[in-house]
Nanobody
Framework: QVQLVESGGGLVKPGGSLTLTCVASGFPFRDSGMSWYRQRPGEGRELIAQ????????DYADSVKGRFLILRNNGKNTLYLQMSALRPEDTAVYFC???????WGRGIHVTVSS
């Protein structure tokens, strides 16, 4: 059974940093590209970052480019999203996803507010 479990969310002040973690199980993680999505209040789900299976390629939405970093540790079946210079508009539920499959985590809340 595929499982993706996010953690690391919470409340952070504008300009602050936060790292999200997604632990994967039930599929060959090292063979799978992975992505982070987010859903801001009242909006649809938005792809913000993706990474190749070996971690050598990555891509970002313009809204987070230069501020967010997607990483993975295949030895630990774990995906990360390092977020810095956070803004109130980064407030959202963040999801990890296995590429090419409809495998999603349950999501984790991130609130950026003073």
């Amino acid at each position: 059974q595929v499982q993706l479990v996010e953690s690391g969310g919470g409340l952070v002040k504008p300009g602050g940093s936060l790292t999200l973690t997604c632990v994967a199980s039930g599929f060959p993680f090292r063979d799978s590209g992975m992505s982070w999505y987010r859903q801001r209040p009242g909006e649809g789900r938005e792809l913000i970052a993706q990474i190749g299976n070996l971690g050598m390629t990555s891509d970002y939405a313009d809204s987070v480019k230069g501020r967010f970093l997607i990483l993975r540790n295949n030895g630990k079946n774990t995906l990360y999203l390092q977020m810095s210079a956070l803004r109130p508009e980064d407030t959202a539920v963040y999801f990890c996803k296995r590429n090419q499959y409809q495998d999603w985590g349950r999501g984790i809340h991130v609130t950026v507010s003073s």
